[in-house]
Protein backbone atom coordinates (compact mmCIF):
# COMPACT_ATOMS: atom_id res chain seq x y z
CA UNK A 1 0.00 0.00 0.00
CA UNK A 2 3.08 2.61 1.01
CA UNK A 3 4.82 1.81 -2.09
CA UNK A 4 1.68 2.56 -4.60
CA UNK A 5 1.30 5.96 -2.75
CA UNK A 6 5.45 6.13 -2.83
CA UNK A 7 4.75 5.75 -6.82
CA UNK A 8 1.63 8.29 -6.99
CA UNK A 9 3.55 10.92 -5.41
CA UNK A 10 6.81 10.47 -7.45
CA UNK A 11 4.70 10.62 -10.73
CA UNK A 12 2.79 13.79 -9.41
CA UNK A 13 6.21 15.70 -8.80
CA UNK A 14 7.78 14.70 -12.04
CA UNK A 15 6.96 17.48 -14.52
CA UNK A 16 6.49 15.92 -18.10
CA UNK A 17 7.15 19.11 -20.45
CA UNK A 18 3.82 18.93 -22.35
CA UNK A 19 5.61 18.92 -26.01
CA UNK A 20 6.63 15.29 -25.28
CA UNK A 21 3.41 14.38 -25.44
CA UNK A 22 1.54 16.38 -28.10
CA UNK A 23 1.41 14.88 -31.76
CA UNK A 24 0.62 17.68 -33.23
CA UNK A 25 3.74 19.60 -35.25
CA UNK A 26 4.76 23.01 -33.84
CA UNK A 27 3.41 25.55 -36.24
CA UNK A 28 3.85 29.53 -36.09
CA UNK A 29 2.06 31.43 -38.45
CA UNK A 30 4.73 33.84 -37.98
CA UNK A 31 6.92 31.42 -40.19
CA UNK A 32 5.13 30.15 -42.89
CA UNK A 33 7.36 29.82 -46.21
CA UNK A 34 5.21 31.62 -49.21
CA UNK A 35 7.53 31.00 -52.57
CA UNK A 36 7.45 34.27 -54.59
CA UNK A 37 5.54 33.34 -58.73
CA UNK A 38 9.12 33.37 -59.66
CA UNK A 39 10.92 31.18 -57.49
CA UNK A 40 7.68 28.82 -57.67
CA UNK A 41 7.56 28.75 -61.54
CA UNK A 42 11.77 27.95 -61.36
CA UNK A 43 11.16 24.65 -58.65
CA UNK A 44 8.08 23.41 -59.85
CA UNK A 45 7.66 24.30 -63.62
CA UNK A 46 4.18 21.91 -64.14
CA UNK A 47 2.47 22.99 -61.10
CA UNK A 48 0.72 25.30 -62.65
CA UNK A 49 -1.77 27.69 -60.67
CA UNK A 50 -2.66 25.54 -58.24
CA UNK A 51 -1.59 26.10 -54.26
CA UNK A 52 1.17 23.79 -52.09
CA UNK A 53 -1.08 22.62 -49.09
CA UNK A 54 1.15 20.08 -47.90
CA UNK A 55 4.24 18.11 -47.56
CA UNK A 56 2.90 15.59 -49.85
CA UNK A 57 3.83 12.07 -49.79
CA UNK A 58 7.71 12.24 -50.04
CA UNK A 59 7.97 16.04 -50.16
CA UNK A 60 7.60 16.55 -53.77
CA UNK A 61 5.08 18.66 -55.09
CA UNK A 62 2.93 16.03 -56.78
CA UNK A 63 -0.74 14.80 -56.74
CA UNK A 64 -1.35 11.17 -55.95
CA UNK A 65 -5.04 9.79 -54.84
CA UNK A 66 -3.76 6.78 -52.55
CA UNK A 67 -5.50 5.37 -49.38
CA UNK A 68 -2.03 5.00 -48.04
CA UNK A 69 -1.46 8.31 -47.86
CA UNK A 70 -4.83 11.11 -48.08
CA UNK A 71 -3.18 14.19 -47.99
CA UNK A 72 -1.28 15.09 -51.93
CA UNK A 73 1.08 17.90 -51.57
CA UNK A 74 -0.70 20.18 -54.03
CA UNK A 75 -4.24 20.31 -54.73
CA UNK A 76 -5.93 18.46 -57.56
CA UNK A 77 -7.52 21.24 -59.88
CA UNK A 78 -5.92 24.67 -60.91
CA UNK A 79 -7.50 27.84 -58.76
CA UNK A 80 -10.20 29.48 -60.64
CA UNK A 81 -12.22 32.18 -60.13
CA UNK A 82 -15.14 29.75 -59.13
CA UNK A 83 -12.92 27.72 -56.63
CA UNK A 84 -11.02 31.00 -55.16
CA UNK A 85 -14.56 32.46 -54.51
CA UNK A 86 -15.98 28.94 -52.88
CA UNK A 87 -12.54 29.21 -50.55
CA UNK A 88 -14.02 32.61 -49.67
CA UNK A 89 -17.28 31.27 -48.79
CA UNK A 90 -15.77 28.48 -46.85
CA UNK A 91 -13.87 30.90 -44.12
CA UNK A 92 -17.37 31.70 -43.14
CA UNK A 93 -20.25 29.81 -41.71
CA UNK A 94 -20.20 26.42 -43.72
CA UNK A 95 -24.28 25.65 -43.28
CA UNK A 96 -24.45 28.14 -45.37
CA UNK A 97 -22.88 26.84 -48.16
CA UNK A 98 -24.98 24.39 -50.33
CA UNK A 99 -23.93 20.60 -50.35
CA UNK A 100 -23.14 20.93 -54.09
CA UNK A 101 -20.85 23.91 -53.54
CA UNK A 102 -18.97 21.51 -50.89
CA UNK A 103 -19.07 18.93 -53.59
CA UNK A 104 -17.50 21.19 -55.74
CA UNK A 105 -14.86 22.79 -53.16
CA UNK A 106 -13.89 18.64 -52.27
CA UNK A 107 -13.28 17.92 -55.90
CA UNK A 108 -11.12 21.19 -56.61
CA UNK A 109 -9.03 20.00 -53.63
CA UNK A 110 -9.31 15.91 -54.54
CA UNK A 111 -9.83 13.85 -57.58
CA UNK A 112 -11.49 11.05 -55.75
CA UNK A 113 -13.27 10.26 -52.62
CA UNK A 114 -12.04 7.14 -50.78
CA UNK A 115 -15.05 5.17 -51.84
CA UNK A 116 -14.09 5.85 -55.44
CA UNK A 117 -10.22 5.10 -54.89
CA UNK A 118 -11.51 1.42 -53.31
CA UNK A 119 -13.92 0.59 -55.59
CA UNK A 120 -13.50 -2.50 -57.82
CA UNK A 121 -11.57 -1.35 -60.88
CA UNK A 122 -11.96 -4.20 -63.02
CA UNK A 123 -8.24 -5.20 -63.37
CA UNK A 124 -9.28 -8.85 -62.63
CA UNK A 125 -9.94 -8.84 -66.14
CA UNK A 126 -6.64 -7.46 -67.34
CA UNK A 127 -4.87 -10.10 -65.50
CA UNK A 128 -6.66 -13.33 -66.47
CA UNK A 129 -6.46 -12.28 -70.42
CA UNK A 130 -2.75 -12.07 -70.12
CA UNK A 131 -2.39 -15.29 -68.21
CA UNK A 132 -4.92 -16.70 -70.91
CA UNK A 133 -2.83 -15.41 -73.51
CA UNK A 134 0.40 -16.73 -71.48
CA UNK A 135 -1.42 -20.23 -71.35
CA UNK A 136 -2.03 -20.20 -74.86
CA UNK A 137 0.90 -19.23 -75.96
CA UNK A 138 2.90 -22.16 -74.23
CA UNK A 139 0.51 -24.23 -75.72
CA UNK A 140 1.08 -23.70 -78.97
CA UNK A 141 5.24 -23.51 -78.19
CA UNK A 142 4.61 -26.97 -76.71
CA UNK A 143 3.00 -28.05 -79.70
CA UNK A 144 5.05 -26.58 -82.31
CA UNK A 145 7.90 -28.28 -80.43
CA UNK A 146 6.60 -31.61 -80.57
CA UNK A 147 6.12 -31.53 -84.43
CA UNK A 148 8.92 -29.58 -85.60
CA UNK A 149 11.64 -29.73 -82.92
CA UNK A 150 11.46 -33.70 -81.68
CA UNK A 151 12.03 -36.26 -83.51
CA UNK A 152 9.47 -39.29 -83.69
CA UNK A 153 9.32 -41.46 -80.59
CA UNK A 154 11.59 -44.35 -81.30
CA UNK A 155 10.00 -48.21 -82.07
CA UNK A 156 10.87 -49.58 -79.26
CA UNK A 157 8.38 -47.54 -76.57
CA UNK A 158 5.64 -49.33 -78.44
CA UNK A 159 3.32 -51.59 -76.24
CA UNK A 160 4.40 -54.66 -78.86
CA UNK A 161 7.58 -54.18 -78.72
CA UNK A 162 7.58 -53.67 -74.97
CA UNK A 163 5.79 -57.12 -74.46
CA UNK A 164 7.81 -58.89 -77.17
CA UNK A 165 10.90 -57.56 -75.12
CA UNK A 166 9.39 -59.01 -72.14
CA UNK A 167 8.65 -62.46 -73.73
CA UNK A 168 11.91 -62.60 -74.83
CA UNK A 169 13.23 -62.07 -71.53
CA UNK A 170 11.57 -64.70 -70.34
CA UNK A 171 12.74 -67.26 -73.15
CA UNK A 172 16.06 -66.58 -72.02
CA UNK A 173 15.57 -66.91 -68.59
CA UNK A 174 16.93 -63.53 -67.75
CA UNK A 175 16.54 -62.75 -64.16
CA UNK A 176 15.81 -66.19 -62.79
CA UNK A 177 15.95 -65.23 -59.25
CA UNK A 178 14.64 -62.16 -58.51
CA UNK A 179 13.97 -60.55 -62.20
CA UNK A 180 11.52 -60.89 -64.66
CA UNK A 181 11.84 -64.65 -65.59
CA UNK A 182 11.43 -65.71 -61.67
CA UNK A 183 7.46 -64.34 -61.84
CA UNK A 184 7.17 -66.81 -64.94
CA UNK A 185 5.51 -70.54 -64.57
CA UNK A 186 7.47 -72.34 -67.41
CA UNK A 187 5.60 -75.49 -67.02
CA UNK A 188 2.26 -73.46 -67.16
CA UNK A 189 3.29 -71.07 -69.81
CA UNK A 190 1.66 -67.96 -68.01
CA UNK A 191 2.59 -65.35 -65.15
CA UNK A 192 2.64 -66.47 -61.72
CA UNK A 193 0.16 -65.24 -59.36
Not at 43 to 69: C, E, H, Q, W
Not at 126 to 135: E, F, K, P, Q
Request: hydrophobic share 35%; proline share 5%; with cysteine.
Amino acid sequence: MASRQLVRVAAQSVKIPQRAICTSAVRSSDHDVVLDPKTRDRIYPKLGNRDIVGFGLNGMASYIDSTDFPCPAIRFKENTPDVLALREKEKQEWSSMTLEEKRELYRASFCQTFAEMKAPKGEWKSILACVIMGLCMSGGLLLWMKWSVYPELPRTITREWQEKEVRRMVDLGSGAITGVSSKWDYEKGQWKN
